[in-house]
């Protein structure tokens, strides 16, 4: 190579969607999901990166059958240092590694108290200095709790971008950045819950139910059940 060369730039796979078709995917889904929500229960803030963080590794359900009363004794950073450690551990240890959780608890309280006042911070930046805090659980609380559009990339939309080609990635921040490539500004707010609820309850792990997915005629994947001609349920051409 001459000395004066550039080195080429690594290709960026070129989407198999066209840009007609990405939007089309997301209109559909804001047609079936007009309001999409989150599955987590919490009352504020607070409660709301708590639970987040608490639900690695563990689902929506189980979390929620288990803040239900920590949360209505302790709905506050002050409270929940109050309650310690120890007694956070007997509300949560039906969630799997409580003991480890439990101390990051206490851990993000203290931090939220001494350095943010006891509110917690709207950035991304100041939310992952909490202790259990990622850039997943990060974007979740700057979304559903501050309104700033972000995609938060769980399980569910990992697999679906790359199952469906949509947005391929080997980590979580790869296909956060190609989601964010290509949804349409106007659909961002809600595509993070969109994602989610329909690789939970639709383009499922094991078996995904092309049969009534409403995107199943636009869908890439090589996994999808083949001749599904059209959705199966009407969708409007056109959504206010």
């Known amino acids: 190579m001459p000395a004066n060369a550039r080195p080429a730039r690594p290709r960026t796979p070129r989407n198999p969607y066209s840009r007609e078709e990405i939007r ?16 987590l229960e919490h009352v504020n803030p607070f409660t709301l990166v ?4 608490l639900s690695a590794q563990a689902t929506d359900a189980g979390v929620n059958k288990a803040t239900r009363a920590l949360f209505a004794i ?4 002050e409270k929940m240092l109050a309650l310690g450690e120890e ?10 590694l409580y003991r480890n959780k439990a101390k990051n608890v206490i851990a993000l309280s203290r931090k939220l108290v001494d350095e943010f006042g006891g509110e917690v911070p709207m950035t991304r930046e100041e939310l992952v200095t909490l202790p259990g805090v990622g850039r997943k659980t990060a974007n979740v609380v700057m979304s559903m709790a501050f309104g700033i559009p972000t995609l938060a990339v769980d399980t569910h939309v990992f697999r679906i971008g790359n199952r469906l080609r949509i947005a391929p990635g080997k980590t979580p921040d790869e296909v956060e950045a190609a989601f964010m ?3 349409p500004d106007d659909y961002l707010f809600h595509a993070h819950h ?15 139910e092309c049969e009534r997915c409403v995107i199943a005629d636009l869908c890439k994947s090589k996994e999808k059940t083949t001749d599904i001609p059209a959705p199966l349920v009407e969708l409007p051409a056109q959504v206010v």
């Open 24 to 39: 089309e995917i997301f209109r559909r889904f804001s047609v079936q999901r007009p309001e999409p929500k989150g599955e």
């Open 50 to 53: 708590v639970a987040v963080a």
């Open 74 to 77: 302790a709905d506050t950073p």
């Open 87 to 96: 007694r956070v551990r007997e509300y949560i240890k039906t969630i799997g």
């Open 181 to 183: 490539r290509i949804i």
């Open 194 to 208: 969109w994602l989610i609820l329909h690789g939970r309850y639709c383009c499922k792990a094991r078996k995904p």
